[in-house]
């Protein structure tokens, strides 16, 4: 990439990018009925940050590796992505009426067809991984991260876990740790590792990538959480052990906000330290860890 100057500049080029790559992706010629491809196309050009597409690519570019080589595994982490929100916001889980400021998929589509949208998406990334990536041992490499960062070990049983701590009346910050790191942290880690295997890292980089990987992700949730407060003072530090609206555990009410501001801080100087060997390679990875600190949306 020619280097934008700013952060700002650098975030809007690649997403600029992914956002083209993601709309050829679901090229209209294919062979699938139109409502869903309608449905898919929706969520995913619903006005994503594309935070994590954007660490494959940079993660790779710091590793040494050109971004048209990241761009199937940019697109396919986002695809993933969009079919976890498209699910969360069905009646069965969080049910939710708007994301982003739009309806959700349930409520323009239908149940039915948010359900299958979300399924065809996150086959979808699948092939784009294994048709995409040239080299063929890497492409099945990245396989195993998305699915592991996916599947059962990662967000699919983050979210089970996160649904029965609705039932828990106390909890540990290590409890919690435990559900966000899979239900958040695992896929924000795996753009890092994919980025890392298409760049052609070694394995000290990859490590150092990875730990990177787990401390931004867990700070993107306490952020998240924090964000989710705006507007809510009344929960703030008030010993609240849930998520008053969800009945879910948070850090703020597990923690207070203080505590959690504290921790995120603390996560992300770990972050940039987890990649202090990649000197200046690592400069925009070190910008986006104190963006995660500093966001407002
Ligand atoms: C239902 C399969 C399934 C998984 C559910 C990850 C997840 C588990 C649900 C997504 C909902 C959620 C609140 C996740 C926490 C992570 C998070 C803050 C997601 C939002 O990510 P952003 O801010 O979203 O990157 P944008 O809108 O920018 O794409």
């Known amino acids: 990439m020619s280097h934008p100057s700013s952060f700002k500049e650098m975030w809007s080029t690649l997403q600029d990018l992914v956002n083209q790559r993601l709309t050829a992706a679901l090229d209209p010629s294919t062979d699938c009925p139109p409502i869903l491809k309608e449905a898919m196309s929706y969520s995913l050009s619903a006005g994503g940050k594309r935070l994590r597409p954007i660490l494959v690519l940079l993660s790779s570019e710091a590793c040494g590796g050109i971004?048209?080589?990241?761009?199937?595994a940019a697109c396919a982490i986002e695809m993933v992505h969009t079919y976890s929100l498209i699910h969360d916001d069905l009646p069965a889980m969080d049910d939710d009426a708007l994301r982003r400021g739009m309806p959700t998929s349930h409520i323009k589509f239908g149940e039915a067809n948010a359900i299958l949208a979300g399924d065809a998406l996150l086959t979808r990334a699948f092939e784009l991984l294994?048709?995409?990536i040239e080299v063929k041992s890497i492409a099945a490499e990245c396989c195993v991260d998305l699915a592991n960062a996916a599947g059962a070990v990662g967000m699919v049983g983050g979210q089970v876990a996160d649904l029965e701590s609705e039932h828990l009346t106390e909890a540990t910050l290590e409890q919690l740790e435990a559900i966000h790191r899979r239900k958040t942290g695992r896929l924000i880690c795996s753009a890092l590792t994919m980025g890392a295997r298409i760049g052609g890292s070694n394995p000290d980089m990859l490590r150092n990538l990875e730990k990177y990987g787990i401390c931004i992700g867990l700070a993107f949730q306490i952020t998240d959480d924090l964000l989710d407060l705006t507007g809510d003072e009344e929960k703030m530090g008030k010993g609240v052990r849930k998520d008053a609206e969800h009945g879910k555990l948070t850090y703020?009410?597990?923690i207070g906000v203080e505590e959690s501001r504290q921790r995120a801080q603390n996560l992300i100087e770990e972050a940039c330290l987890s990649i202090a060997p990649l000197g200046?390679?690592?400069?925009r990875l070190e910008e986006l860890a104190h963006f995660i600190l500093e966001r407002d949306h």
Request: hydrophobic share 30%; proline share 12%.
């Open 130 to 132: 294994a048709k995409e």
């Open 280 to 283: 200046s390679h690592g400069q």
């Open 252 to 254: 703020p009410s597990l």
């Open 67 to 72: 971004l048209e080589s990241a761009l199937p």
